[in-house]
């Protein structure tokens, strides 16, 4: 019986311990996303696109300090397209026309949070890496296929979080998404090189 117990009460200590180091919860917020062609004066010519971002996430308290951070989020990436400025040389006529590039994403980025300060409100900064895979894309409103499914880079946020009550948080970050692959499915020129980069602000609510 004393050692029916005994396992009893271990095996609620791990259980009591495992609670203590996860964590869970939702966000939601606004991306300012655009499109990069590295190396290339074309830059100029992609402007901010806004759109939604909403998803889970959850945490593995690796210390007091440091934890791990992993989201699934759906996000609304692309960019204004200023085609109409650019010049094609050999027939004087603009290289396109301006329009929207609409990149919807489910993006998992998994991150190593280290916090900051104690009492109710913490100051936090995020590092890692993000994969992204695209369910659509549309330029103009019409559907188009010159993209790849999948698209992946750094990610990097700060931000501060606030005890609401002993088992539930609040917090708010500023995290930019760096592309790190093109995601044009035209390989034929370094001109087809498409990066994607965002900058998101998010408010999510965490339960322990």
Known sequence: MKIRLTI????????????????????GGITYAVLKTPGLSFDDYFSTNSGLLIGIH????IS??????????????????????IIDPSTDMPFGMNGEIKLDYLVLPVLYRYTIGGGKLKFFLNAGFFMGILINSETNNHPVEAFDNTDYGFSVGLG????????NRMFIEFRSNIGATSISTLRNSN?????????TIVLGFTFL
């Open 160 to 167: 501060f979080d606030y005890n609401l009550s002993e088992k």
């Open 64 to 85: 007091k300090r440091s934890s791990l951070v992993a989201n699934l989020s759906f996000e609304q990436k692309g960019a204004m397209t200023n085609f109409e400025g």
């Open 8 to 27: 009893f009460i271990v095996l609620m200590g791990f259980s009591v311990n495992a609670q203590e180091k996860f964590s869970y919860g939702f966000h």
């Open 58 to 61: 959850g945490n593995y308290n």
């Open 191 to 199: 001109a087809t090189k498409l990066e994607t980069g965002s900058n």
